[in-house]
């Protein structure tokens, strides 16, 4: 990436701030024995939508803005996840996207946030990123702590905790990890504010070049928390599947804009149609079987800066929406 910034430095007054505003932001804070700061974003503590907006701005690596309104575009659910960075390639793919897979014997989760872009492996001798995007990226980050995010209903074991710290070459007490449940009110918020996220891994999977993709923004409706963690997860994927918007600013020709325009949205996947949940249970609840395609916005408007034309695709679908957040 031709601009590159350290989203672990731009991050961390986010993270102190959350830290010092934790009674106020109904969030708990604890030191483990190692050293290392987790946040409980709603296990054992209410949390709420405000802890999910700096949360969701912490995934991003300090790299965007995450805003909370109210808009007419959906029929029942006017309250609205707003998501922008000036470099969506960085502040999405570089830090916001859950892509570390971390486990111990029965715990498992997926990491995001700016952790991501320091950690390395050993591989044949070789020191490389635990990610192989970061190849594609040719971004690593350095800085003196880190923060990771987890969606979990539990706090990491310590093994997991020393296993990230090692991979990022920090001192377990310069490690700050934030667990948020999906079914809580900060988990759920954080994961729609995805939405632009999502779009761009996207475009990634369809070969798209992420050097042209120069600025995006994106909304999806803020979903009813669910105590289910499938049906939680689905209403999370549904808000975005099937009322997410994106608008991306890409360089080049106006046949590769269009192109992106018309592949990107959800209802171009082959099983798209159904909430989540239900696609989820008929895959028996194995994530590698959905089409890797569903996971995207319901509508996106791809604009060629170069030539100033823009080209619409994909459609909100309020029935599925109502039909996925139980209205």
């Not at 190692?34 to 690596?61: F, H, M, Q, S, Y």
């Not at 007419?72 to 000036?86: C, D, F, I, M, Q």
């Not at 880190?146 to 990491?156: F, Q, S």
């Not at 696609?279 to 194995?286: M, R, S, T």
């Amino acid at each position: 990436m031709e601009y590159q910034a350290s989203v672990n430095k731009l991050t961390q007054p986010l993270v102190q701030h959350l830290i010092a505003n934790a009674d106020k932001l109904r969030v708990a804070v604890e030191t483990l024995d190692n050293g290392c700061t987790v946040i409980d974003a709603g296990i054992k503590v209410p949390g709420g939508l405000e802890a999910g907006r700096i949360i969701a701005e912490i995934c991003l690596g300090g790299m965007g803005t995450v805003t909370l309104s109210h808009s007419p575009y959906t029929a029942h659910w006017p309250l609205t996840v707003n998501v922008h960075t000036g470099n969506p390639v960085l502040g999405c793919l570089g830090s916001q996207y859950a892509g570390w897979s971390l486990s111990h014997e029965k715990y498992y989760a997926l990491g995001s946030g700016p952790a991501r872009a320091m950690a390395t492996k050993v591989k044949e001798g070789n020191e490389e990123p635990v990610e192989e995007l970061y190849k594609e990226l040719g971004y690593r980050d350095s800085f003196d702590s880190t923060v990771l995010v987890i969606e979990n209903d539990a706090v990491p074991p310590p093994a997991i905790v020393e296993k990230v710290a090692a991979a990022c070459k920090v001192d377990p007490g310069k490690l700050t990890v934030i667990v948020t449940p999906t079914s809580s009110l900060a988990g759920g918020l954080q994961v729609v504010a995805r939405v632009l996220e999502v779009a761009m891994h996207k475009a990634h999977a369809l070969h798209f070049p992420l050097e042209n993709i120069v600025d995006g923004f994106g909304s999806a409706p803020a979903c009813p928390p669910h105590p289910n963690f499938v049906k939680a997860m689905g209403r999370t994927n549904d808000a975005i599947l099937f009322a997410g918007q994106v608008h991306l600013f890409v360089k080049g020709s106006d046949e590769a804009a269009e192109k992106l325009a018309n592949e990107l949205p959800s209802s171009t996947s082959k099983d798209y149609g159904k909430p989540f949940a239900e696609i989820f249970k008929h895959y028996q609840y194995d994530f590698f079987k959905i089409d890797p395609m569903l996971f995207s916005p319901a509508s996106v408007i791809v604009t060629a800066v170069e030539s100033g034309k823009s080209f619409r695709a994909g459609k909100l679908d309020n029935a599925l929406l109502d039909q996925s957040f139980g209205a």
